[in-house]
């Protein structure tokens, strides 16, 4: 068993966001083989999951998921083997109550028996949703006996729930054996929706970390709108690169998961640029994973709950600090090293090192202020020097 298993925040990819209920076999490896060609997978993406609308609407007569004969007639677990012959895992998705949000049969009370068809189809991964659960049985409950189905299935499979925030999830979702846990409600390919999300998040720092990520939900970078569901994205929705660049450092700085949502195989330059970035990625998938916790400027006119810096300690004493501004307007954020530990007595200066141009900023004492344009953000990389 792999004993270090949701150690960092996942990596990966999502049918979710772009295709919905369009999903197939070939589509699935496409993106296995775009994962390594394309470096997704030297970079640190390794699962590759199937969300909603992958099975029949009934069971079979021994009460098993069946999948969609039209969609995967090679059946899962050939999928799963194409996927380990590449070097990448599998992720496969149900839900907690008697159905999928889409409608298809869920694993309400057939847990051992589906955690064991996951194993045996090869199954890396499993994302568990939280539509038609019955009124009559917590969350909670339903988390920790699908929980332990997975970790006494003969595999080790990684635990993705996601019931978006409710019944205050993230007081109990630990220690009910998940690796992951949804915060949100679902991400939407448009500005406020990225902005809401990273906003509702910032005050639950102390609850991510090792083994039960907060996860802020799939990304949208690179969708300019493209999904074939009205609600994620329309033709006219969408955002810019900067705010996908944006939406990017919030999710790496906050130690949420990072499963791709767009479609990789017509991936723009830009969007590459960005899902591809190796400084920002290590911040992410830093070894001791710990949160970030966020230094507000100083009050006054122009600084409200848009603006914020986000700083957080990295395995080796680097430290990364992010300077987001969500506002309509250019903003100055001042960081005070003071804030972060570093009285100007400690004769201790800061290098630092911009990971979205990747080049050094140079030595600084005692503070450093970013300019930063409308819904755009520096993340830098600083190294303590004497
Ligand atoms: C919920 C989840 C989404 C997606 C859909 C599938 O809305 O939050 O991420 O899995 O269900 O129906």
Known sequence: MEKLLGLTPAMGWNSWNTFTWDINEQLICDVADQFVSEGYKEAGYKYIVIDDCWSLKERDEQGRLVPDPNKFPSGMKALAD??????????????????TCAGFPGSFEHEFQDAKTFAEWGVDFLKYDYCFKPRNISGEILYKRMSLALKNCGRDILFSACNWGEDNVYQWIRESGAHMYRSTLDIQDNWESIKS????????????????????????????????????GSKIGGCTDNEYKTH?????????????????????????????????????????????????PEPNWFHTYETFMLVKALTDGD????????????????????????????????SLYDCWEHKELGVFKERYSAVVPAHDCLVIRAKLVR
């Open 82 to 99: 194409y996927i380990h012959d590449r070097g990448l895992k599998f992720g496969m998705y149900s839900c907690a109550g008697t159905h």
């Open 319 to 350: 430290v990364a600090v992010g300077f987001f501004n969500l506002s309509d307007s250019q903003r100055e954020l001042p960081l005070l090293f003071w804030d972060i530990g570093l009285p100007y007595a400690s004769g201790v200066s800061l």
């Open 248 to 296: 990017y450092s919030l999710w790496s700085m906050m130690g949420s998961p990072l499963m791709i949502g767009s479609d990789i195989r017509s991936a723009s330059q830009a969007t590459k640029q960005i899902l591809l970035n190796k400084d920002i990625i290590a911040i992410n998938q830093d070894q001791e994973a710990r949160g970030a916790y966020r230094i507000k």
């Open 197 to 232: 999300l990273a906003i509702s998040q910032l005050d639950k720092v102390c609850y991510t970390g090792s083994f039960c990520h907060n996860d802020m939900d799939m990304l949208v970078v690179g969708m300019y709108g493209g999904s074939n569901d009205g609600f994620i």
